[in-house]
Nanobody
Framework: QLQAYGGGLVQTGGSLRLSCVPS????????VGWFRQASGEQREMVAW???????TYADSVKGRFTISRDNVKNTVYLEMNSLKPEDTARYYC?????????????WGQGTLVTVSS
């Protein structure tokens, strides 16, 4: 239900843009988020954006990453600038939507981001 792509290898200080494309029926009340998981680490939240456009970020990426959405293209983006080696991880997008009286979560496959020093 979610496709994530755009990862790759980039040097320190470089930029990448990730894309997440939900498919299927999307409820009007929903959030789309980016999470990441480095090797041997727990998955952590990177950024969320609501159906209304509100967003939140992890402290570690504030000022460097920007989450946005294009409702015409039905795509959520994560613009990543000033990348650091510690940003290296597999990045996952997640859809959280209110349906059937509860929040339901859906994960996409990950896309690997590698930042070389």
């Amino acid at each position: 239900q979610l496709q994530a792509y755009g990862g790759g290898l980039v040097q320190t200080g470089g930029s990448l843009r990730l894309s997440c494309v939900p498919s299927g029926f999307i409820e009007s009340n929903h959030w789309v988020g980016w999470f990441r998981q480095a090797s041997g680490e727990q998955r952590e939240m990177v950024a969320w954006i609501s159906s209304g456009g509100g967003s939140t970020y992890a402290d570690s990426v504030k000022g460097r990453f920007t989450i946005s959405r294009d409702n015409v293209k039905n795509t959520v983006y994560l613009e990543m600038n000033s990348l650091k080696p510690e940003d290296t991880a597999r990045y996952y997008c997640k859809l959280r939507q209110w349906s059937f009286g509860e929040w339901n979560d859906y994960w996409g496959q990950g896309t690997l981001v590698t930042v070389s020093s």
